[in-house]
């Protein structure tokens, strides 16, 4: 094998995790679960479900805008719409989507190791999430009505609406906790439960993106967090820190927001720069072209983007100086994502390019995330932004790169792992079928915004004038391909996932270490502890043994 | 936790349940970092507001009490030095010297807790509290003051309940000679805790009640 090289063992003597006997039956062992694949399936159902209620939100939102005036919702219940669907699609669904679902089950694969190394932390972690969750869901239906602020919980309009912005906050501090013991434990797993041979530069890319997003999800959690029990705090007492009318600056509230969550982006979709790298080498047949510089970017893009944050301020009066310079550090940030896109385009070249349903979405997701990048150097230039800032313009490129960069690309890690995860393939006509209408659905939805907000269309408004509707046709036509694709998607897996055909162990031919257990994995992983002697997408060796399909 | 008996699942066990004390170490220096930044927020708004209402703080700060926000940097700087005490005498597998020493701790630390009760009592009594009627007749950069006093000396009377339930626990488990002279990661890490809860009052204690 090209990787390294594992002892044989006797087939039969495999259990898989899913039928290994645990001490707790039926459904407790899976809640009282430290196996980091099971915590990794629980993650996935979770992650879904919240994918799917914040989708069909954001269908709602699309029918509204189908008509200047009402169409068939009010203008508070908009307000709360769109506030839910972008805190239950960050909180809920990107953030954790990538990480904790794909990283929890193939990390430790991955690097060789049995498990993560702080297993029960996992667990809690995985708590956390879901006691955050049912935080969310309680503040709809309990206190002054569904919060209204947006999710960015802007001052002082959170601190005076009569909504329950309290208590959704708390959620999102809740939610963090999880992240940050998540990114403390995959940094502990990276450093420590390598397995022998695996050296820094021997890790898959994957890992090294994990490694990369925890390391900005330890040290810009804890900010967001204190911020939003600041505003809980100014709510309950009134201490006068971000209220303007106690002497409180607001601009700093912005500050402190987004020095979190402008590195939360990169928390989204450093993850998902990790997928790609593993699925490309895969389809190319090909070792990846510029692993160090590509590793090197992933630790760039988190330093860099760390100092960025004051672009989303632009225009809120900060002084010149500070814009100049988060506008050039925003221009820098772009470089090490440019690195990456070169390098997978640089694989592709000559490789034995084989065009499966994960890799449609991996070129989907090239296509969508340049245009989503590009703009984002529209808005990153100070002109330029204070003409787009606040329009459709900006929920575009946020589209583009959040959806078309994490949310693609999680569908990708869906389709390339699921074998593996659940020992079933799924039908490869319908799972393209599927990719087809979502990359049109998708360019249908959110194209049209771009050139909305060029014109002036202002995000997050109610109503609209006349003449952009045939814009707003045109995308809510788009959300109804794209929301056809994504189900169809959906149910050709959940049909896999009841009648699919058994799964080979490596059905696409991959190199890394998952490929070289069986699927699904066995509870200890490995049978032994595998050595590695080579970089992990060494595709030279001929592999005689893999059974292709 | 445990599996059955079965010899195969038996090795799972051993899988799950592997030490690492310097992972276990380095994952503790991990939550000290997330716990340095989430007070590095609220130092970071003190540095902005002070530079904002550099005289409203000036003239806050004197009604703090500088003997006690004293008397309660020395209890605590004392309750650093036996921990550390308590490590030492575990490795030198003294169990009854250890847990004195985390007893004084646990004592310094509900002193602290005491002294900052009579404390924000006696402002509280003043009318000094949020919203509160003293806040009225203030200028803008002296409730902002006592805004960041409440919150920033609060959370740090929160996180020495949360050090104090971390030893008390530690101190059970050496009792129950689950942490000893060769396995008292644990006991360590907790005492980094200490000592973060610590340096965090190190700086609070000059930037509230020594500039002036």
């Known amino acids: 094998m090209a990787n390294g090289t594992i002892a044989a063992v006797p087939q039969t003597a495999e259990v898989n995790f899913y039928n290994v006997r645990t001490k707790h039956k039926g459904i407790l062992s899976w809640l009282l679960t430290i196996d980091h694949k099971r915590i990794g399936i629980m993650y996935l159902f979770a992650v879904v479900f919240f994918f799917l209620v914040a989708m069909t939100i954001g269908v709602f939102m699309r029918l509204e805008m189908l008509t200047p005036g009402e169409t068939f919702m009010k203008p508070q219940t908009y307000n709360s719409l769109f506030t839910l669907h972008g805190v239950i699609m960050i909180f809920l669904f990107i953030i954790p989507a990538v990480p904790a679902v794909f990283g929890n089950f193939f990390l430790p694969i991955q690097l060789g190791a049995q498990d993560v190394q702080f297993p029960k932390l996992n667990l809690l972690s995985w708590y956390l999430y879901v006691i955050g969750a049912v935080l969310a869901l309680t503040s709809l239906f309990s206190g002054g009505g569904i919060m209204d602020t947006g999710w960015t919980f802007y001052v002082p309009y959170s601190i005076r609406t009569t909504t329950n912005v309290s208590l959704s906050v708390f959620a999102a501090f809740v939610l963090g906790f999880a992240t940050i013991l998540t990114g403390l434990n995959f940094i502990t797993t990276i450093h420590r439960l390598r397995c022998p041979g695996m050296t820094w530069f021997r890790m898959p890319l994957f890992a090294w993106a994990l490694y990369a997003t925890s390391w900005i999800q330890v040290l810009a959690t804890p900010v967001i967090g204190i911020t939003l029990i600041l505003i809980i705090l100014e709510r309950a007492f009134g201490i006068g820190i971000f209220d303007p009318a106690l002497g409180g600056d607001p601009l700093l509230y912005q500050h402190m927001f987004w020095i979190y969550s402008h590195p939360a982006v990169y928390i989204m979709i450093l993850p998902a720069m990790g997928v790609v790298s593993e699925i490309i080498p895969t389809f190319s047949k090909k070792t990846i072209f510029g692993y160090v510089p590509i590793a090197i970017s992933s630790l760039a893009i988190a330093l860099v983007g760390y100092l960025v944050w004051g672009h989303h301020m632009f225009s809120s009066g900060i002084s010149d100086t500070s814009r100049v310079i988060f506008s050039l550090l925003t221009f820098f940030v772009a470089l090490p994502s440019g690195i990456k896109i070169f390098n997978w385009v640089a694989t592709l070249y000559k490789g034995s390019i084989e065009v499966t349903a994960p890799m449609l979405y991996v070129l989907l997701f090239i296509f969508i995330f340049s245009i989503g990048g590009l703009t984002g150097l529209v808005l990153g230039a100070l002109n330029t932004d204070l003409h787009l800032t606040d329009t459709y313009f900006v929920v575009a490129h946020f589209h583009y790169v959040m959806f078309g960069g994490m949310g693609i690309i999680f569908f990708a ?61 045109f995308a809510t036509v788009g959300s109804w391909v794209l929301v056809s694709g994504i189900i169809i998607m959906y149910i050709n897996l959940a049909i896999a996932l009841k009648r699919g055909k058994k799964a080979p162990d490596n059905p696409w031919g991959g190199t890394t270490l998952e490929w070289k257990t069986s699927s699904p994995p066995i509870m200890e992983n490995f049978k032994e502890i595998p050595t590695v002697t080579t970089g992990p997408y060494d595709h030279s060796i001929t592999e005689s043994q893999e059974v292709k399909k | 936790m445990s599996y059955n008996s079965d010899s195969s699942v038996q090795e799972i066990q051993e899988v799950h349940i592997h030490r690492d004390d310097f992972g276990s170490k380095m994952g503790m220096w991990l939550f000290l970092f997330t716990e340095i930044l989430l007070f590095g927020g609220l130092f970071i708004l003190y540095a902005g507001y002070r530079f904002i209402y550099s005289e409203g703080f000036a003239a806050a700060a004197t009604e703090l009490d500088v003997l006690l926000g004293t008397i309660n940097t020395v209890i605590l700087l004392t309750s650093s030095l036996t921990v550390v005490l308590a490590i030492v005498a575990l490795q030198k597998e003294n169990k009854k010297l250890s847990l004195f020493f985390l007893w004084v701790t646990v004592i310094c630390g509900l002193i602290f807790l005491v002294n900052k009760y009579f404390e924000w009592g006696a402002k509280f009594h003043h009318g000094v509290y949020p919203k509160g009627p003293a806040l009225q007749n203030m200028s803008e950069g002296e409730v902002m003051y006592f805004g960041l006093y409440f919150v920033m000396t609060g959370l740090h009377g929160l996180h020495i ?12 488990q050496i009792q129950k000679d689950v942490i000893t002279s060769s396995n008292f990661q644990k006991l360590e890490n907790s005492g980094l805790y200490w000592h973060l809860v610590d340096i965090i009052w190190i700086f609070l204690f000059p930037l509230f009640y020594l500039i002036h």
């Open chain 1, 413 to 473: 890690a869906l389709h390339y792992w699921f074998p593996k995860m659940f020992g079933k393939m799924y039908n490869e006509k319908v799972a393209k079928t599927a990719a087809v209408w979502i990359g049109i659905g998708f360019n249908m939805l959110y194209f049209p915004m771009f050139i909305m907000g060029y014109l002036g269309m202002p995000r997050r408004y109610y109503d609209y004038l006349p003449e952009f509707q045939k814009y707003h046709v």
């Open chain 2, 161 to 172: 309940v949360v050090g104090l339930i971390f030893i008390g626990y530690v101190m059970r």
